[in-house]
């Protein structure tokens, strides 16, 4: 017999930023949403289980529950799917459990409702970890719009850069707050990366922190708080960049030259880890 389901709006706990999704149809939507293939899912925070029960009639489905008390009330809910392996529970703070390396021991696909306090580390964890292919989230339609913003967009950003370094990024819904239970106070949207390649080289990170360090700023006066304009100067000349520019003005493959100069060893340039064959350079010269 399935459990008696709690009120959503009674026992959400804003520490853990539950909004429970109760639209059924932007449940349906995110189901259709998922790459056509049979790689297993991991879900980060289940929740009371609504997406969870659609991703278990698809795919083997692990997922990770901060919250003791949901953890409980999942683990008699989906007792049967627990025990023919359709669903593996871990419970616990996911963060955690990352440090001890990738969340499963095989390729999988992120798909999740994120606790949007913590969704734009997730994502960023998630693009590290070699064995996450794709990322399909709902999270703040403003984080949503930084990851999936194009180059010379208002709001291309470090996560734009990032994005488009691993594969690419695009927003697949927006999502009213009504879809929710308790309705969170801002917009949602459904983000979607696919990856060919992982997040390897936290230093290309660091230098994005400085680059867009003050976004109205010009990229030059940026990074000249982190580099001497002695290298600077003749590198933005050399790559015929205007100093006038923008960080939102320059491209993906324009960071990565700059890094890649900037740190003076070309290998070591290297951001990211091709996941099918084809080298980030071979990307870099298409
Ligand atoms: C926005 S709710 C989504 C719930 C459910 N998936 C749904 O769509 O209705 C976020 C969920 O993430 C869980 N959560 C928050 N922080 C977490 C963490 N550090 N590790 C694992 N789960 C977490 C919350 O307890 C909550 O269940």
Request: net charge positive; with cysteine; proline share 7%.
């Amino acid at each position: 017999m399935k459990n008696y389901r709690p009120d959503a709006s009674q026992i959400a706990d804003k520490r853990f930023g539950q909004n429970f999704l109760e639209d059924r149809s932007v449940v349906e939507q995110i189901i259709q949403s998922m790459p056509d293939d049979d790689l297993p899912v991991v879900e980060i925070g289940p929740g009371l289980g609504d997406l969870t029960k659609e991703l278990v009639r698809v795919r083997p489905v692990t997922a990770f529950e901060v919250d003791k008390r949901l953890c409980d009330y999942l683990g008699k809910n989906f007792s049967r799917e627990i025990a023919d392996g359709r669903l593996r529970l871990e419970c616990g703070d996911v963060l955690e459990r990352w440090k001890n390396g990738s969340l499963i021991d095989r390729p999988y696909r992120l798909v999740a409702n994120l606790p949007y306090y913590i969704a734009t580390n997730i994502i960023l964890k998630a693009l590290r970890d070699p064995h996450c292919r794709s990322t399909l989230t709902m999270v703040q339609k403003e984080v949503a719009e930084k990851f999936a913003a194009r180059e010379g967009d208002r709001n291309f950003s470090a996560l734009s850069v990032l994005a488009g370094s691993v594969g690419e990024a695009r927003i697949r819904l927006l999502v009213p707050p009504s879809a929710f239970n308790p309705p969170p106070k801002v917009e949602s949207a459904v983000l979607e990366i696919r990856k060919e390649h992982n997040l390897t080289d936290g230093g290309f990170e660091a230098f994005l922190k400085a680059a867009f360090r003050q976004p109205r700023k010009t990229l030059m006066k940026n990074l000249s708080a982190a580099y001497p304009k002695s290298l600077l100067e003749p590198l933005f000349e050399a790559l015929k960049l205007g100093k006038t520019l923008r960080p939102h003005q320059v491209g993906t493959t324009l960071y990565h030259r700059l890094y890649q100069a900037l740190t003076k060893e070309p290998d070591h340039g290297k951001e990211s880890k091709p996941i099918n064959g084809k080298s980030e350079q071979e990307q870099l010269r298409q």
